[in-house]
């Protein structure tokens, strides 16, 4: 059985001000106008079935109070990190990777040849407590990659399971 509209009924944020009149291009559509003043041609079933609430106005805000929540836990998420003593990076803030010019790879660059016919080669390096730490030279990008990641996780994996362990145990509100 079809839903009855009746003029002036609520549904969601909007008002039905209008019923079919006839139009073809109005079939099985009803005249609404939302709480900001959209007026448009809705399809009823949309409006039976809860799809439409608003014109878009209301999703809206809806999705602003969620990006600020999103802001604003990722706020409280990162002055846990610095009360740990641990660079927001490891909780995927800020991830502002220092590619390395030759490579591209962070930690990995070409070590320069004298002549070009030489075959290529790479250092790798890890940067921990502002020290540098030299961690070899290789003959292929892989595995300069890899001793490179060997150590990230040597050296930080601690850190980033501190950090992840603060970004799960933050809550998504203030209560
Ligand atoms: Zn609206």
Same mark, same amino acid.
């Given at each position: 059985?079809?839903? +009855?509209? %009746?003029l002036?009924?609520? /549904?969601?944020?909007?008002?039905i001000i209008g019923l079919p009149d006839? @139009?073809?291009?109005h079939?099985?559509?009803i005249r609404c106008?939302?709480?900001?003043? %959209?007026i448009?041609w /809705?399809? +009823?079933?949309?409006? %039976? ?12 805000? +809806? *999705? ?7 802001? @604003?836990?990722?706020?409280?998420? /990162?002055?846990?990190? =610095?009360?740990?003593?641990? *660079?927001?990076?490891? *909780? &995927?803030? &800020? ?8 490579? &591209? ?27 540098? /730490? =030299?961690? &070899?030279?290789?003959?292929?990008? @892989? ?14 994996? @601690?850190?980033?399971?501190? *950090? ?12």
């Amino acid at each position: 059985m079809r839903h +009855r509209f %009746t003029l002036g009924q609520q /549904i969601g944020h909007w008002t039905i001000i209008g019923l079919p009149d006839g @139009e073809p291009e109005h079939k099985n559509k009803i005249r609404c106008r939302c709480v900001c003043g %959209t007026i448009r041609w /809705i399809y +009823r079933q949309t409006l %039976t079935n809860g799809t439409s609430r608003s014109c878009g106005c209301r999703r809206h805000e +809806r *999705a602003n109070a969620q990006q600020i929540a999103g802001k @604003e836990k990722g706020k409280r998420v /990162i002055s846990s990190i =610095h009360q740990a003593h641990l *660079a927001p990076k490891y *909780a &995927g803030f &800020g991830r502002k990777v220092n590619r390395n010019s030759t490579t &591209g790879v962070p930690g990995v660059s070409l070590i320069p040849t004298s002549s070009k016919s030489a075959p290529p080669r790479y250092r790798a390096q890890i940067n921990v407590n502002g020290k540098q /730490i =030299h961690l &070899g030279c290789f003959e292929s990008l @892989e595995d300069a990659k890899q001793a490179r990641k060997a150590a990230e996780q040597h050296y930080f994996k @601690e850190k980033a399971q501190k *950090a992840a362990h603060i970004k799960e145990n933050t809550k998504g509100d203030k209560s």
